[in-house]
């Protein structure tokens, strides 16, 4: 295969991006899929926090990373799939390992809380990843972030669990979003459409809300429903 006029550069200038070590561990500990600030991979790199700006600011240059910002604080991720792929070939190559990613969050916290109006921590992450792969939410990136919309699969599902999406959609809100869980560091469902299906669960004695914290426990019937519902078994 002959690089076409211009791809041999972009191809070296990449490489040189990945070459870095700093930059390489950065990469590298991304692969797991979760997102993370610059300071904690200026920890990961071994490296001064403005120095990590710099590398961080020649990978999302390259198309090797995407930055979210979600409040206060700005997260960083593989650009995507192709990426992923790449390393995990050099990866190979090199005869590495990946250290497993281990949250700090408070076990009763981490298994499923409110994010302001929606569900978060594993299970919200994990409804959101089994929304996707059903079929009811596509995707797209945008500016503000990574909005999600439902399609025509999931109109009908939501519907038949009682959710009026024409309604949810005319809220003066977003509608749906994929919002970074600080705990799973992965994206869990966000806006209208996730206000909504917190709703249906508390209503439906699914997830039950602690009043002392942000804390839902889940309850017995609720797992039932879930892994019937949606074929998410906790």
């Known amino acids: 295969m002959i690089a076409t006029p211009g791809t041999d550069l972009a191809l070296s200038e990449i490489a040189a991006a990945i070459a870095e070590p700093a930059r390489a561990r950065m990469l590298c500990c991304l692969l797991d899929g979760r997102a993370r600030t610059s300071t904690e991979l200026a920890v990961i790199a071994g490296v001064t926090p403005s120095t990590a700006s710099v590398h961080l600011q020649r990978l ?86 990574y909005s999600r919309d439902v399609t025509p699969r999931g109109e009908m599902a939501f519907a038949a669990l009682g959710i009026d999406i024409e309604k949810t959609r005319a809220l003066r809100r977003r509608f749906a979003y994929a919002c970074l ?43 039932r429903e879930i892994a019937t519902r949606f074929g998410l078994h906790l």
């Open 181 to 223: 869980d600080w705990s799973e560091r992965r994206p869990h469902l966000g806006g209208a459409l996730a206000a909504a299906i917190l709703n249906l669960a508390l209503k439906r004695k699914w997830l039950l809300q602690d009043l002392d914290s942000r804390a839902l426990r889940i309850t017995a019937f609720g797992k």
């Open 60 to 145: 999302k240059t390259h198309g090797l990373t995407r930055v979210l910002a979600q409040g206060k604080h700005r997260y960083y991720s593989l650009e995507g799939a192709d990426v992923a792929m790449a390393l995990e070939a050099l990866n190979v190559l090199a005869g590495g390992t990946r250290t497993a990613f281990v949250p700090s969050t408070p076990s009763g916290l981490r298994l499923a809380r409110t994010c302001y109006d929606h569900i978060a921590g594993t299970l919200g992450v994990s409804l959101h990843d089994r929304f996707q792969a059903l079929g009811w939410l596509s995707s797209e990136s945008r500016p503000n972030g």
